[in-house]
């Protein structure tokens, strides 16, 4: 609730992880305020009076400072993946309390992979630029998105992959009910109406396509679920 209400001005990421084991449960913010150190802590205040809250701040001349902060990739591993784009409107109506059982869910396996959610706060000219119909090929959904959640199920032994992606479809497709769009860049494979869930209203997934079949007539650039996959012409 305090996200949906927060200003534009606030964005960053969540975290939300259950380390690999149902014990342990861990959510973090990483928020990012444009403006005061004091007005910062202001916004923050509900945040910063929950229980078992730990917060530290700090203060950067501008956002480059800040990205120049961030430590850098360390690596990555097998992961299923699934994403929705949140509106204020899904925040309220518990969807990324749906992410927070995703991690905390108890299976009677000891294959249960490790899971994991990310959610990018969206934030500033997000909310407004291209949302024009058809402007860009952005999904509508991002523009009027507050969070894109990105939630991950990782494994380490082969056999556990089968598990892993059964465990993670459950959870996307409950939480696609409530988010309005998927990112093109961390999807799910599985997903039934890619076309849509990528890129919207028909019209602009058949321009993206008409383009494809321009430039790349004989599909030698093709993917799964990428344009152009499912068209017979192409």
Not at 77 to 105: H, K, P
Not at 106 to 119: H, K
């Amino acid at each position: 609730n305090w996200l949906a209400e927060a200003p534009a001005n606030v964005s960053g990421d969540i975290f939300i992880t259950n380390d690999g084991t149902p014990a342990t449960q861990f959510l973090g913010w990483s928020l990012i305020y444009r403006g005061t150190e004091a007005q910062a802590l202001a916004a923050a205040a509900p945040l910063l009076a929950l229980p078992s809250v730990y917060s530290t701040n700090t203060s950067f001349d501008s956002f480059y400072d800040y990205q120049k902060s961030v430590p850098a990739d360390l690596g990555g591993v097998s992961s299923y993946l699934f994403s929705s784009f949140l509106s204020n409107s899904s925040l309220q109506t518990g969807a990324l309390g749906v992410a927070i059982d995703y991690a905390r869910a108890r299976f009677n396996s000891t294959l249960a992979p490790v899971r994991s959610c990310t959610g990018t706060v969206l934030g500033g000219a997000v909310e407004w630029a291209g949302f024009q119909s058809g402007a860009t090929a952005i999904h509508p959904g991002f523009r009027a998105a507050r969070v894109a959640l990105t939630c991950a199920a990782a494994w380490e032994a082969p056999g556990d992959v089968q598990f892993a992606e059964e465990i993670a479809d459950g959870y996307a497709t409950l939480l696609g009910t409530l988010g309005n769009g998927h990112y093109l860049n961390e999807p799910e494979s599985h997903l039934s109406d890619w076309q849509q869930g990528f890129w919207g209203p028909r019209e602009i997934y058949n321009q993206l396509a008409s383009t494809k079949l321009q430039v790349d007539p004989a599909a030698r650039f093709l993917c799964h679920h990428c344009v152009g996959a499912a068209d017979e012409a192409v």
